[in-house]
């Protein structure tokens, strides 16, 4: 019922920023929306949350360089990200939860690779 489509991945190098975007269609709010990502040969990894009244959430491994923002008169989450290291390199998935019982949506992906 809902479709995400995320943009804004590429190549950049250490140190470096980029902003991912997410945008859903569909006629359904998504009470939480968030990231996940995954390299190769690791399991998937979950970055940040928002939820629509602006509460988030960060894994330890990103708190401080990446920020998750939400507009919703757009229907938009970003994915703000500085100080960009090798180790971010992943492919990154934007998640909805339009229910609150858990996950119903996927994007398909956009790749970050960051270079020594």
């Known amino acids: 019922q809902v479709q995400l489509v995320e943009s804004g991945g590429g190549l950049v190098q250490s140190g470096g920023s980029l902003r991912l975007s997410c945008v859903a269609s569909?006629?359904?709010?998504?009470?939480?929306m968030g990231w996940y990502r995954q390299a190769p040969g690791m399991q998937r990894e979950l970055v940040a949350t928002?939820?629509?009244?602006?509460?988030?959430n960060y894994a330890d491994s990103v708190a401080g360089r990446f920020t998750i923002s939400r507009d919703s008169a757009k229907n938009t989450v970003y994915l703000q990200m500085n100080s960009l290291k090798p180790e971010d390199t992943a492919v990154y998935y934007c998640?909805?939860?339009?229910?609150?019982?858990?996950?119903?949506?996927w994007g398909k992906g956009t790749l970050v690779t960051v270079s020594s």
């Open positions: 569909g006629t359904a709010s998504s009470i939480e």
């Open positions: 998640y909805a939860d339009s229910t609150g019982y858990g996950i119903d949506s």
């Open positions: 928002v939820t629509d009244y602006g509460r988030t």
